[in-house]
């Protein structure tokens, strides 16, 4: 299907040397290594539908990258399909390269020695784009990022705000069905990071380009992700709205209610616990698996009590993470 | 067609880039100059002090090191950016590539100018012509054309070998230091007969690591030594062809080791 993400069953294994501790141990390793296989990525399947955006996250070392350079035609997988724009691209990288654009936030495409615009000129007949089509998009983009300010310098000159920007630009002059985005505000301060991801939900919104996104940023998530992939030690935990993660994993949010009659006699609701009272002030938490969100468990207080007053303590994304990452890191 | 606009482009562009940095282009070239003073020495010293060697006179030793220095020259301009691939392995450059609708092998040799090949090719240059004016050979133009062959042949088999390095270096990024190991037995085996050698050596360095065909046999062919070199007159005469195969060689493993890449960093 046109820019959509299919991956079924997609497993990566690198064989690596062990070393053994100490001088006699790796001096051992060298005359008799011991071969181990490192599952990097096991058994994962998700889709991701055109235009969509979704967040894949996990901490470091989870298999994110692995999964993304598997996608791109950099790696081969061990076994499993994938398929990106109808394309598998490691069996045709070429015709893949063609359909997707892709920034890694730690590196750039651009040609360190030459102004960013040249760079955007040589992908320009790399990727055989129209010479009127280039300059339209190139005016585009450069409303979005204000690249003029900044494209006749060298790429080696730019500040990494401006460098990341630029190569935006440069994964996206071709017009790419899918675009994948590897920690791309890494290190950025705030006012360009919000610059670029208004570019990116423009890009989503407006041009249906399909996005597939890896960061550790929680705010970036949830300005720009409707769902989230988890994937930790290799393996998918979780594939889901941000509602169903913060459901299943962020458990912590209390209602503070002042009863408007101190005497009325306080109980748990479905899924909401009775933590503490004291007086008319009553503390809710959610209770189980099946606990509502936050602003379920409100309504659900407002309606069986007559309050005076309330206040939400919320787990934010990144307390939710946390707690998902841990679960996720005890079960694997 | 596109392609050779695309790399006519880059090169012109990474050129100019380079030159924009005067005192950095100036040292490069002057670098790629130095780098081969001891093949001016050997040279020099070659035509001072000695009638000849291992059975050839001086000016017909002279076109070994001229043929193999302009060999290298071209090489380094032309196909010379696998030399030292690791770092470019190292920086990620090489995914890079992979997810451009382009030769991965073509955007490695588009990834800067090599300034210092300019010096390279100046020292080239000059040696082989003062090896051309002192021989006493007939230069027709069949002997300029297999000349020009084998130039061509040395600078493809340099370029065989030091492909299949970067070959390993994509598996093992630390293979990339046999790259100096190959280009310092390059320079130093290079320049005269390897007849000199003991015959083992001799052997290693014509049918293990083929160095005898860059320049000392098709030199051997081209001043009437080709039946004293130990290797059959048909093969010693064929050089040329041998640079030619072992490059497609080396793009046929480039190829294999390209699908087996592996990546840094996971």
Known sequence: MSGSIEVHGLSRVFHTTVRRPGVAGALRSLVNPERVAKHAVSDITFDVAPGELLALLGPNGAGKSTTIKVLTGILTPTSGEVRVAGVVPYQERERNARNIGAVFGQRTQLWWDLPARESFAILRDIYEVPKAEHAARLKEFDELLDLSSFWDTRVRHLSLGQRVRSDLAAALLHDPQVVFLDEPTIGMDVVV??????????????????????????TEVERLAERVVLINHGRLVLDGSLDEIRRRFGSTWQVRATLADAHTDAVALPGIALLRRDGPQVVFGPDGPEAPTVNSALKAIIERYEVTGVAIDEADLEDVMRNAYAQAGAAA | MNALRITWRVTRLNFRAQLEYRAEFLLNVAIGAIWQVSVIVFATVLL???????????????????????????????????????RQIQEGRIDIYLMRPMPVHRQVQLSYFPTNALGDLTVAAGLMVGALSRSELDWSAGRISYLVAAVVGGMLLEAALFTALACASLRFPAADYWSRWLEELLGTFGSYPLNVLPRAVGGFLTYALPLAFVAYLPAAVLTGHGHDTGVPYWLAASAPLVGVLAYLGSRLLWRWSLRHYTGVNG
Do not use: N, Y
């Open chain 1, 193 to 218: 990071k919000e610059q670029v991801r208004e570019f990116l939900r423009h890009q989503v919104e407006q041009r249906g380009r399909t996005v597939l996104l890896t960061t550790h940023d929680m």
């Open chain 2, 48 to 86: 001072a002090r000695f009638t000849g060697m291992g059975g050839w006179d001086s000016s017909e030793v002279l076109l070994i090191p001229a043929t193999r220095m302009l060999a290298h020259g071209l090489f380094v301009l032309l196909l010379g950016r696998v030399h030292f691939i690791g």
